[in-house]
Structures are given as C-alpha cells and as structure tokens.
C-alpha cells in the first residue's frame, strides 16, 4: 500500500447522458456569488445595488473573456492557433463533442478585470467610489481564487512537481505519471484564504486610506503566486528558459497593475487634497 494519499475522486458532482455538474463550476460559481454579495455590502452607501449588478456582470463577462483568451493563446497555443473558432466555443469541431469552456487562466481574468475597472467603471463614478469599489472587489476575490484552487484540485489539474513528502499526493488522473506530487492548488489556495483573514483582521484594528488595500493585496497575491509556480509543473507550450509562464504573467501583470493605478491615484489625492483645503 502506498504510503501517500490518493486523489481518485471524480471531479463531477453529478453526471448523465444530458448534464455533469462539476466540482469545479459550483465551487466557481460560490465564489462569484459571495463576490456580489460583499460588493454590495460595502458599497450600499455609495452605489445604486443596479449599478453595482450590472457592473458586476460586465466583470464576470470581461473576466471570463481575459481568462479564455489568456489560456488559449499562452497555454495552448499550439492547438487553438490551427482552431481559433475553438476558443470561444464550447465544443471540438472535428468531433462535435461538447467540452465547454475548459481552460481559464486566472492571469486572464484579473487583466480583464483591471482593464475594465480602469477603462470603463472609473468614467463613471467619483474616484474614491471607484476605489473603494476597486478595494472591496480586489480583497473579496482571494476567497474567489481561493475556491476555484479548490475547484483545480478537484479536477486534477495545476499539478505540482513531485516530491516525497508523507503530504505529498499521487493524482491518476492527471495525465502525468503516477508519482507523488505537491498539492499546489491546495498550497494557493490556503495562502490566499491567509492572506485574505490577514487583511480583515488588521482592517478591524487599523483603518486604512481608501485606494491601498487593493494596491497590497495584488502585491502580495502576486508575489506570494510567483514563488508558488516553483512548486508547479510546466503547463504553457510556450517554452521559457528560466521561468514559467505563470511567473511572466505575474511580473507583466504586477507592473501593468502598478502604473495603471499610479496614474489613477492621482487624481484620488488631488480630490482629497480640495476635500483638506
């Protein structure tokens, strides 16, 4: 008998001849539902709850666009450039076969998201709305990422390197072979779950200005992410020589985020500074 755990178990809920329900796709879906929920709990002062709804509808369509796209064309790009039709479609021409959307990039998603709070959603409401609105949805989503690490694990994929550890586990089902190997979706997940009580914890003690948590959680998610990838096993067929694609992503990303929001800041501190005077 190995002396490692197994991870053998199905990754769908429910499955027939006409539905499978996914691990994956509820524990997606609770994450975007408790999203709303904070969104509108914290901003029911500042925002009209339709405001808020339809916004955070057009998030979850540009974050689900960037995830795709992402995942396509850096993850897979040697397939879905001889089947672009594939990427935003739902089956496999030559078979027919029904697939749905598998493949998100999580890199994709928060470069639609910033991309459209930045270009769209700060036209349309005061700069320290926008921000407030910017640091509840940045903190909310660790719990987001979080389940959908969950949700990874569930399905046997982001498999991590092999190692020997007695907290290793061994994962038939992925495609590689049938050794030992890190959780690592289950080492993200638990470190964003820290970082996120992190944050509530020391927000009940200390307030702070309104535009930098969401500054310090992508900081720290990001850093924390590129140190992970080291635990994970390659997953582009993009070749790098000394990192991964995950960690390139993570440095464009961090500096993309960086200048966009220094930009903005801006103008929050030339409206608190008429506010002062």
Not at 162 to 167: D, E, G, P, R, V
Not at 230 to 253: R, T, V
């Amino acid at each position: 008998m190995s002396q490692f755990f197994v991870w053998d178990l199905s990754p769908f809920l429910y499955t027939s001849d006409f539905i499978s329900i996914r691990y994956y796709s509820l524990l997606f879906g609770a994450g975007l539902f408790y999203l709303l929920y904070r969104l509108g709990k914290d901003l029911n002062e500042d925002l009209d709850k339709d405001f808020i709804d339809k916004t955070f509808f057009s998030l979850v369509l540009c974050i689900l666009l960037g995830s795709r796209l992402f995942h396509c064309l850096l993850y897979e790009y040697g397939y879905y450039s001889n089947n672009l039709l594939e990427i935003f479609i739902p089956f496999r021409l030559g078979s027919y076969e029904f697939i749905g959307f598998q493949g998100l990039s999580s890199h994709g998603g928060f470069a639609g998201a910033i991309l459209y709070f930045f270009l769209v959603v700060r036209k349309k409401i005061k700069i320290r709305t926008f921000y407030k609105f910017l640091d509840s949805f940045v903190l909310n989503s660790l719990i987001f990422i979080s389940l959908i690490r969950i949700g990874n694990f569930f399905n046997s994929e982001i498999i991590g390197k092999q190692c020997s550890y007695m907290f290793c586990i061994i994962f038939p089902s992925s495609g590689y072979s049938i050794v030992p190997r890190h959780p690592v979706q289950l080492y993200e997940s638990i470190f964003y779950l820290i970082l996120f009580f992190s944050f509530i914890i020391s927000e009940s003690r200390n307030s702070r200005k309104v535009g930098t948590t969401a500054f310090y959680v992508v900081s720290l998610a990001i850093t924390g992410r590129f140190f992970l990838e080291f635990f994970k096993e390659g997953q582009s067929d993009i070749f790098l020589e000394f990192i991964n694609m995950g960690q390139l992503l993570s440095f464009i990303l961090f500096f993309l985020f960086f200048i966009i929001n220094r930009y903005s800041l801006r103008d929050l501190n030339n409206e608190n500074n008429k506010i002062i005077n």
